[in-house]
């Protein structure tokens, strides 16, 4: 399994509104380990055949993804939504994208760093939008 880290101190996350002082470049997110420190506590509550951890995580994600998409679907329907329950699937959607990192052998940190980078990279050469992985 993926090793413990310490927090890094003077990276706390204050929010959106101090993301540019906070974190101007990914090098300073790469110290910040608060993705990794989420990941480990997932360890204690990961509770399924060691043999099929990428099978039950990739299928426990799809399913709670589902349940956030089925919330938005009603609120599409009724007009209102409960922030609260949409709220808790994104944190059931957070842990099995953290534990389907673990069963990657992969730090969940750097699974962000990854996708900052490219999204950095998509922006910076103006394809954000538009289609396919390698834009």
């Given amino acids: 399994m993926i090793k413990e880290h310490d927090l890094v101190p003077g990276m706390e ?18 110290q ?6 989420y990941q480990d506590f997932t360890d204690d ?5 060691e043999d099929r951890g990428l099978e ?3 299928l426990g994600l799809a399913s709670e993804a589902g349940e956030f998409a089925g919330k938005v679907k009603k609120m599409i329907r009724d007009g209102t939504y409960n922030s ?4 808790a699937e994104l944190g ?4 099995y994208v953290a534990r389907a990192a673990a069963e990657l052998d992969v730090h969940l940190s750097d699974v962000a760093q990854e996708n900052v980078e490219k999204l950095k990279s998509r922006k910076d050469r103006n394809v954000l939008s538009g289609e396919g992985d390698n834009r």
């Fill in 13 to 30: 996350y204050y929010g959106d509104d101090h993301y540019d002082v906070q974190m101007k470049d990914f090098e300073e997110v790469s």
């Fill in 32 to 37: 910040y380990t608060f993705f990794d420190a």
């Fill in 45 to 49: 509550t990961a509770i399924y055949p």
């Fill in 56 to 58: 039950y995580t990739a």
């Fill in 84 to 87: 609260d329950a949409m709220v």
């Fill in 92 to 95: 059931d959607v957070l842990w």
